[in-house]
């Protein structure tokens, strides 16, 4: 509820005037029309239902006044309506399922955490189209850019090591993704790719797919994914059950770091869960959609309800003092 004329509600302080006055002309001292010698025999007398109803009248009529000041001030029921118009992006996630991303330097093991981080971003994209594609020997695509998001949750839940030929294709997890995105009319289109090696498989060339990139004005954000040095892998042996062996961690940080800057994108580097969340957080700051709202108000008077409620007030203290009462308390 707001109000149109507020400084109406001034008026209000006429009321204490008002019934200071009334009581003033009520008990002020007469001179006696009638002269008795003595009252005793009309002390028992009942003052009957009619003495209290004249205290109805001035309440009446307060409460009426009350309510056209109300009326004045034009009471409003606002009611807001915000649209949101997003500029959005066109997002690839494009993941790398070869087998080591078996391995649990990262917990719970690395693609585990990849599908988990990517799902909580897309959580947080508003407007974006956003899809996904794997590699291995081979790439290709999940689900392509879209709203649906929890289509794209769904399909990245189904991502799982064995989808194709074990190696590590980079350049044709990047050239999948630019096919996906190189029509696109998004002001801003970029690749999110994750891997945990070194290229050693597939048709094109990394370096080769950034440049292809860069040309379609796409930029690659990647980030490798291992800690230093070297990792648990889970080696299920038939006779001893699963057992661990340490595997050397080898990510050509030099060639992510050239595609990704060549497109204008960055490299990054997750040793860990925490570090792996905190690049997303990042890349979710680098890529925000400019968002535009238009606030819409409208005002719904709400005075008449007032207005009728004071009327009908002034009428039922006009009748109880002229028909019900015959004689009204505050008589000058």
């Known amino acids: 509820m707001s109000w149109a004329n507020p400084e109406y509600f ?6 204490p005037l008002f019934i200071g006055y009334r009581f003033w002309m009520t008990f002020k001292k007469r001179e006696a029309t009638l002269t008795f010698s003595s009252l005793d025999k009309l002390k028992g007398v009942s ?24 009326a004045l001030a034009r009471p409003q029921l606002q009611n807001t309506t915000v649209e949101q118009y997003a500029e959005g992006i066109d997002i690839v996630i ?22 988990e981080l ?31 998001y929890n289509l794209v949750k769904n399909m990245l839940e189904t991502v799982d090591l064995g989808m194709v030929r074990d190696g590590t294709a980079i350049g044709m997890g990047i050239a999948t993704a630019i096919n996906r995105l ?21 048709e094109i060339d990394p370096i080769t797919a950034g440049d292809i990139a860069a040309s379609y004005d796409i930029r690659i954000y ?16 038939p006779i001893f059950g699963r057992r661990y062996q340490n595997v050397q961690v080898n990510i050509d ?8 800057t060549q497109t204008g994108g960055k490299y990054w580097r997750a040793t860990d869960t925490q570090e792996y969340e905190e690049i997303y957080e990042e890349i979710d700051q680098l890529e925000q959609s400019e968002i535009e709202e238009v606030i819409y108000v409208d005002y719904e008077d709400q005075y008449f309800f007032y207005l009728l409620g004071g009327i009908f007030l002034v009428i039922l203290a006009f009748v109880n ?12």
Do not use: C
Request: hydrophobic share 45%; glycine share 4%; aromatic share 8%.
């Open 182 to 202: 190189r029509e696109s009319e998004a002001e801003s289109k970029v690749i999110i790719l994750l891997t945990d090696g070194m290229n050693n498989a597939g």
């Open 94 to 115: 494009s993941l790398d399922i070869s087998s080591s991303m078996m391995a649990e330097d990262i917990k719970p093991n690395r693609l585990i955490a990849s599908k």
């Open 118 to 148: 990517a799902a909580s971003f897309i959580d947080k994209r508003i407007s974006d189209r956003i899809g996904i594609n794997v590699f291995a020997r081979e790439s290709f695509t999940v689900v392509p850019p879209t709203l649906d």
């Open 253 to 260: 940080e030099e060639m992510l770091t050239q595609i990704s």
């Open 47 to 70: 003052a009957g239902y009619k003495t209290w109803l004249t205290w109805v009248t001035p309440l009446l009529q307060i409460a009426a006044f009350t309510l056209f000041i109300t």
């Open 222 to 237: 990647s980030i490798g994914i291992g800690s230093r040095g070297t990792a648990p892998y889970p080696v299920d042996d």
């Open 321 to 332: 003092e002229r028909f019900v009462t015959r004689s009204p308390l505050f008589q000058p």
């Open 10 to 15: 001034w008026l209000l302080l006429l009321i």
